[in-house]
């Protein structure tokens, strides 16, 4: 049985990228900090084999511990790494943001990332062709106002997806980097802290993507032929253009 982990996995991309894995045969290792909503999922998925633990990417000792701790029937055949837990918090003029935030989209978007990556990949050597996919944004490649550090975090996504492409080339370990605009999941929720309509005001007026949208994605990277590797995939809704562009009814 091959493996796929997926961080993020309690919501949205995370989750629906699970059930798709699921659909093409994969067994599952999902991660997020809610183990309440993992445990939930994990019933539902019962194909194949799911392990969920909880995590918070930020703390680089628990990633290692839990890493560490898979089965080593686990272990030995991870051919997956999904790096997509990740948030916006806030979203306004920097020199009225809080550095609490910042410090919190960093430290998850980026060294979150960079603490799985550091973990998993020994796990994926093992296997030519394995895959490494990075969720970046619209953001990661426009910036738009008020995105300011989000937008920083996700243009940093973005390098990396660039730098593990060189690092990993010895390994012929495919990195792909996903760039999805709009999505309606609870990323607005999140980054309004609660606040539920100002974040449904966000996909007011046009059809936003949904988790699927991506997951479909995930699904068409990871069924290419060995020989091929899908670099970077931008996906918006019809009704976007770029970073800050929508067109509303
Ligand atoms: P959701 O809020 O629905 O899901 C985010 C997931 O990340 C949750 O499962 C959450 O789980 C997890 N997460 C957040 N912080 C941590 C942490 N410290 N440790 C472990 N897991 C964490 O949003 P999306 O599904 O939309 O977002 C997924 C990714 O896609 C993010 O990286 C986001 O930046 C990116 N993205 C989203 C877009 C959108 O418009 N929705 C567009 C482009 C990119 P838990 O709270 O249980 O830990
Ligand atoms: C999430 C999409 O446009 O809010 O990455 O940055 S956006």
Redesign the pocket.
């Known amino acids: 049985m091959k493996y796929a982990i997926i ?9 629906a990228s699970a059930k798709a894995l699921q659909d093409l045969g994969y067994g599952l290792v999902l ?4 183990l309440d ?1 993992l445990e939930a999922l994990q019933k539902s998925l019962t194909r194949t084999p799911v392990y969920i633990a909880a ?4 703390n680089e000792a628990d990633v290692q511990t839990v890493i560490g701790a898979l089965p080593q029937e686990i272990a030995n055949h991870v051919f997956i790494l999904i790096n ?5 918090v806030g979203r306004g003029p920097l020199d009225t943001g809080l550095s609490e935030d910042w410090n919190h989209m960093i430290d ?2 980026v060294k ?1 990332l960079l603490y799985m990556s550091h973990a998993v990949i020994p796990l994926l050597k093992k296997h030519p062709f394995s895959h490494l996919i990075n ?5 990661g490649k426009d910036v738009y106002a008020g995105g300011n550090v989000y937008c920083a975090s ?1 243009h940093a996504v973005d390098a990396l997806s660039k730098a593990l492409r060189i690092d990993l080339l010895p390994y012929q370990i495919r990195v792909s980097n996903i760039a ?4 309606q ?3 607005s929720l ?1 980054r309004f802290k609660g606040d539920a309509q100002t974040a449904q005001s966000v996909y007011d007026g046009f059809e936003a993507l949904v ?1 699927e949208d991506i997951a479909q994605t995930v699904s068409f990277i990871v069924t290419r032929p060995a020989h091929v590797s899908i670099a970077d995939i931008t996906i918006m809704p019809t009704a976007q253009a770029n970073g800050s562009l929508f067109h509303k009814q």
């Not at 961080?7 to 989750?15: D, L, P, V």
């Not at 969720?135 to 953001?139: C, D, L, N, P, V």
Request: no cysteine; net charge positive; glycine share 14%.
């Open positions: 961080t993020g996995a309690s919501s949205g991309f995370g989750a991660l997020a900090r809610r909503r995590l918070d990417v930020r997509n837990a990740g948030l916006a998850t978007n979150g969720i970046s944004s619209i953001a996700k999805p605009g709009a999505a999941t609870e990323f999140v988790a």
